[in-house]
């Protein structure tokens, strides 16, 4: 298992512990009282939820512009960006890195995909890998690539506060239809050591005759909340849960300056605890239990040791998409 701070970073920390260890102090007070607001805002969110008069879509398409795994002549990227097609229109699911990287730009090209060809952006959560970078996570601004054309006033579903120029932005306060006959869970919490309070909402649809599919951008309120959302919002069979479970286990999606980021940031737990194998065969087992038809995992988040456990162990049908590849559901 890789080291998530390389070595030669000892020293500095050790050096730096009379500013570090007061201010992990001061932030672990923070995410321990955030995780029992978390707890209790996420039942109160799940017990009020009303069944969603989802429509039924006659097919449901995904093509994976940005992922970490990709196709021959596509870039991987550490974020996530998924076009979601259905006989209804058309939805943008996150931007990954947006403009700071030439990823998204790059892929949406090769595949032909441009703002005219969607109804709505709708971002998961506000983090830099699915937002549009570092910057538009610090100032609270969706940032989308110009290649890819003007928004042209479209309406951008947003789980917490932000700005998205040139898109009507909104943000989702509870379970909804947003365009393209899916919908979404509303935004769910999650207390995230550095990150602080964090909200994520996840797209839902029903297909005929197959049943629901389920999709989240990392996973941060656990799919097992997740889950427990949908299953208010329908009683349908469950066809496809897919994207982000946010399971760095052995090590994260690229090192920065020898710091593997992703197992420090974004996994609901402080920085000197790891997610264990306990965490891991929790969500197998939650999975198996739901019982989807398939399941589509993302790479993004989560390590190849990982994936490997869900591919091995998950019941369903389990496949990691790839940047560049169509999916029909």
């Not at 229109?89 to 995909?113: C, K, M, Y």
């Not at 983090?127 to 100032?139: E, F, I, N, T, V």
């Not at 029903?206 to 941060?220: E, P, T």
Request: with cysteine.
């Amino acid at each position: 298992m890789a080291f998530r701070i390389a070595p030669w970073w000892w020293p500095v920390f050790t050096a730096a512990s009379p500013i570090i260890v007061p201010l992990c102090l001061v932030k672990n007070r923070r995410f321990h009282e955030n995780r029992a607001r978390v707890e209790r805002v996420n039942e109160e969110r799940i017990a009020k939820a009303e069944p969603l008069d989802l429509p039924e879509l006659d097919f449901l398409e995904l093509t994976v512009l940005v992922e970490w795994r990709a196709k021959p002549g596509f870039l991987g990227d550490a974020g996530v960006s998924y076009l979601f097609r259905s006989d209804r229109g058309a939805i943008l699911f996150d931007v990954g890195f947006g403009p700071t990287r030439i990823s998204l730009a790059h892929n949406a090209a090769r595949l032909g995909v441009t703002l005219q060809d969607v109804d709505a952006l709708v971002i998961s959560h506000l983090h830099p890998d699915h937002m549009g970078g570092l910057k538009a996570s610090r100032s609270g601004r969706v940032l989308v690539p110009a290649e890819m054309g003007p928004p042209d006033g479209k309406p951008c579903f947003l789980p917490d506060e932000a700005s998205a120029a040139g898109f009507s932005a909104e943000v989702v306060r509870e379970p909804r239809i947003l365009a393209a006959g899916l919908g979404t869970t509303g935004p769910l919490a999650r207390s995230l050591f550095f990150m602080g309070w964090t909200e994520e909402q996840a797209l839902i649809a029903r297909v005929k005759d197959k049943g629901l599919v389920v999709f989240s951008g990392c996973g941060h309120p656990t799919i097992e909340v997740i889950l427990r959302m949908v299953r208010r919002l329908s009683d349908e069979p469950l066809y496809v849960v897919g994207g982000g479970l946010h399971f760095p286990v052995t090590r994260g999606r690229g090192s920065y300056a020898g710091i593997q980021v992703q197992t420090l940031l974004g996994t609901g737990k402080p920085p000197w605890q790891r997610i264990s194998e306990e965490d891991l065969q929790r969500t197998i087992a939650s999975i198996n239990e739901a019982a989807p038809s398939r399941v589509y995992l993302s790479a993004h988040d989560t390590c190849d040791y990982a994936l490997d456990r869900f591919q091995a162990e998950l019941k369903s049908n389990t496949l990691v998409v790839k940047a560049g590849e169509v999916y029909r559901m």
